[in-house]
């Protein structure tokens, strides 16, 4: 079925607005809204009542929003036993996390500042770039739990530290250090010798020793990088941009200690092997230092088994995680865990939020007997008995929290021309070296031979290409979109069908309360009778309420006082001889339309929400289907639900699609061209997709996981960062080609010296060099030099 393109012109919105808290440009429902989420409208007010208005002269163009995630109510069970093990082994404590959130100078000057302010603090120290907190406090003295929900009210998120890995940057910026005192080195024992120094003087042949002593040093430290890459992808198959840098550096290392030997300095090449591994290693670090830095920016939540109490024979309860359950066994479930495996409801009715597996905004009451699905969260406030009825390893849980290790990915492209590249070079080199050594001598041939291989050498593709994804980057994250793997750009030609998740990708997270002027309108006691209503339960709509009475600043629970649940009816409040009711007309007691906050029978508010399309979401879709490609939706929530959307959004019936479970989304999207699609979405139902899709992205939120398993992330509350995406990934294959073009030329150019044996190892000194500087400027100008960086 070919999917349907048709977008009306519904839905226009005003112009966009940059965010008073996070810089990110976003389309204003209303002409006075100034910003782009009521997460950031918390923070903001937080900041201002606090007198911490510096950190937005710090604040870079644009940070990450902050999001619903500042709003929930969250415990840190991990955290306390981190705690007690670091303040166990000594007098000053120390302890490492992951932080996810901070963009900027501003967010390390704001978490510094909240740390200061604490007792018994002894350091803090922020990485923006590896997204990570370390901390030191004088054990017994320092609230590290108090420090944590401090700045989650600025919108900072503490998770467990990564699993101990070097990242890549690391490995290559020592490799960077030594390569450069290498190179430099090299060149100044090389420098007498282009400067006229005879081979005869005094210290000509130390200096010619001291310059392949640092060559040497410089292949094995630095060069084998590159070596161990292209060996490793040539064992799978694979024609990697470092085979041709590999051998260009080998063969011109070899073949100088036959010069040395000879004593034939067109022959020596020491100071080219150290200058061209330098720059080499400068390209790479350009590129995977700006890969990590994005991928970084949302930290590596890893989920595991939720912790249940498994019910044994005799009616005791033991603790275990989730993933020791056996089917068939009895558990109870806290309140606020997700179902680890499918069970049957044994307690009384539940509430489960569905979000996480099938993107519904609204909860699903199951009665006693009925099915628990795997991966819906419990909102009741306390636990209820299930029975299980498969083991962890059959779950869905367990298939979307799961995590496979990123593949060696192939661009077909790049290895044929790489292949093609190595045929041509090494075909041109002997024959060039095969006919002066006919014509001359073993020596000749050898000149001819090498230089046709060291001036041909992808150097100036080696450090330009990296630079000009550094640009591409920089220009994208102007635009609140960052890009997480390599692969990307190449992928990014070959798409021809975008399809979307509805519900927090195409549509607000959250319901959204379309009749605010309702609460606006209690007074003091019912709003503080409204906050304790909302205040520990975990309700899509009370969250929805929550939220709004957070950012205007109106939220003032009572904290001696609980209101009691009624599953599947609402939540009720007695304060002395007063009762509130939040939940449905008739079991209030009074007559309305939507959910209704009653006090003592009578009506004090009756509140709407509704599902709601981000602002751009129209104008996106319609640019994008102007622009040739296909468009879908794919949605968990209820088909008329999902139907609603698209037609508000003027796509085609056929093009929407709802009820779908995770498999179901994943199978649809590998029967219908999964090389040429795009999936985009926000919840963990949608990653199995994501494995079946060409590329995959997602809006940064709280499910970092998701996030993770993408391509790239975008900010903002719109889907404005896809086009900018697509837009930035032409201008970079339109300086690709330029460069592809430029590097032809250069090379017949620079062979045509070399088989003419006008090529010394001085001429190759300058050539390398000089290709360089005009690859960066072909990039620079085809790209654009507008990018902040």
């Not at 950190?55 to 163009?61: K, N, P, S, V």
């Not at 997270?509 to 379309?514: D, P, R």
């Not at 975990?538 to 109106?554: C, D, F, Q, V």
């Not at 070399?754 to 500087?773: D, E, F, N, Q």
């Amino acid at each position: 079925m070919q999917v349907g393109r048709k977008v009306g012109r519904r839905g226009e919105v005003s112009s966009d607005h940059a965010c008073e808290h996070c810089g990110t440009r976003f389309s204003p429902v209303q002409a006075e809204e100034r910003f782009c989420c009521s997460g950031c409208e918390y923070v903001y007010r937080i900041i201002h009542d606090e007198s911490l208005e510096r950190f937005y002269e710090l604040r870079g163009e644009v940070s990450r929003p902050v999001g619903s995630s500042v709003f929930e109510n969250q415990d840190y069970p991990w955290l306390t036993a981190l705690v007690e093990v670091a303040e166990a082994k000594s007098g000053v404590a120390s302890l490492s996390l992951a932080l996810e959130g901070i963009s900027c100078v501003g967010c390390v000057w704001l978490i510094d500042r909240v740390f200061s302010e604490a007792e018994g603090g002894v350091s803090c120290r922020v990485n923006v770039q590896y997204g990570t907190i370390d901390l030191e406090w004088e054990s017994g003295s320092f609230d590290l739990l108090g420090f944590v929900s401090r700045i989650k009210q600025f919108g900072y998120r503490v998770c467990p530290a990564r699993e101990a890995a070097e990242s890549e940057s690391k490995k290559v910026v020592w490799k960077l250090g030594l390569a450069g005192a290498f190179a430099l080195n090299g060149m100044l024992y090389t420098l007498p010798g282009y400067l006229g120094m005879e081979a005869d003087f005094l210290v000509a042949s130390h200096f010619n020793w001291l310059s392949a002593i640092f060559a040497s040093l410089s292949l094995l430290f630095c060069g084998s990088y590159f070596i161990g890459k292209a060996a490793k992808a040539a064992t799978q198959g694979i024609a990697h941009l470092d085979l041709p840098i590999s051998i260009g550096i080998v063969f011109a290392y070899l073949v100088s200690w036959y010069g040395l030997w000879k004593a034939d300095q067109h022959l020596v090449y020491f100071d080219f092997v150290s200058t061209f591994v330098f720059l080499m290693l400068v390209g790479r670090w350009l590129q995977v230092m700006a890969i990590e830095r994005n991928r970084n920016r949302l930290a590596d939540i890893q989920l595991s088994a939720p912790e249940v109490e498994i019910e044994s024979s005799n009616g005791s309860r033991i603790k275990a995680r989730a993933d020791q359950i056996k089917g068939g066994e009895v558990y109870w479930l806290p309140s606020g865990q997700r179902v680890p495996v499918r069970s049957v409801l044994l307690g009384e009715r539940a509430s489960l939020g569905m979000d996480w597996i099938s993107g519904e905004s609204e909860s699903r009451i199951v009665e006693q007997g009925g099915e628990a699905p795997s991966g819906a969260e419990l909102e009741n406030q306390f636990a209820t008995r299930l029975e299980a009825q498969e083991e962890w390893e059959a779950s869905l849980l367990f298939k979307l929290s799961s995590r496979g290790a990123r593949s060696l990915e192939r661009d077909l492209v790049a290895q044929r021309w790489i292949f093609r590249y190595l045929l041509v070079a090494f075909a041109v080199a002997v024959l060039g070296g095969g006919v002066w050594w006919a014509l001359g001598s073993l020596a000749a041939g050898l000149k001819v031979f090498i230089s046709v291989l060291v001036v041909s050498c992808p150097c100036a593709l080696g450090i330009a290409w990296p630079f000009g994804d550094e640009i591409a980057l920089a220009k994208l994250k102007q635009q609140g979109v960052f890009v997480t793997t390599h692969t990307l750009w190449n992928r990014l030609s070959r798409l021809r069908r975008i399809v979307f998740d509805k519900t927090g990708t195409l549509t607000r997270s959250s319901l959204a309360l379309v009749n605010p002027e309702r609460i606006e309108a209690l007074v003091s006691e019912d709003l503080a009778a409204l906050s304790t209503l909302c205040s520990k339960t975990r309700h899509p709509i009370s969250n929805t309420i929550r939220e709004y009475l957070m950012a205007k600043g109106k939220y003032s629970p009572w904290g001696a006082t609980r209101a009691e649940e009624f599953v599947g009816l609402g939540l009720e409040l007695r304060s002395g001889a007063s009762r509130w009711r939040l939940g449905k007309p008739q079991w209030a007691g009074v007559a309305g339309k939507g959910t209704v906050l009653s006090r003592d029978g009578r009506l004090l508010a009756d509140l709407s929400f509704e599902d709601l399309p981000l602002p751009d979401s129209s104008r996106e879709i319609r640019a994008l289907a102007d622009q040739g490609f296909d468009i879908a939706i794919l949605s968990g929530d209820r088909d008329e639900k999902a139907q609603r959307i698209g037609q508000a959004l003027g796509l085609a019936a056929d093009s929407v699609h709802g009820n779908l479970l995770p498999e179901e989304k994943a199978a649809w999207i590998a029967a219908r061209e999964p090389e040429a699609t795009l999936m985009v979405g926000d919840g963990a139902n949608d990653t199995l997709a994501f494995r079946k899709a060409l590329c995959a992205g997602a809006p940064a939120n709280e499910q970092g996981i998701v996030a993770e398993k993408a391509d790239f992330h975008y900010l903002g509350n719109g889907i404005g960062g896809i086009r900018s995406l697509l837009e930035v990934g032409r201008l970079r294959r339109r300086a690709v080609r330029g460069l592809v073009g430029f590097a032809l030329a250069y090379n017949l150019f620079a062979v045509g010296l070399s088989l003419a044996g006008w090529v010394t190892p001085l001429a190759a000194a300058v050539l390398m060099p000089a290709s360089s500087i005009a690859s960066l400027a072909i990039v620079w100008a085809m790209l654009g030099g507008n990018a902040s960086k």
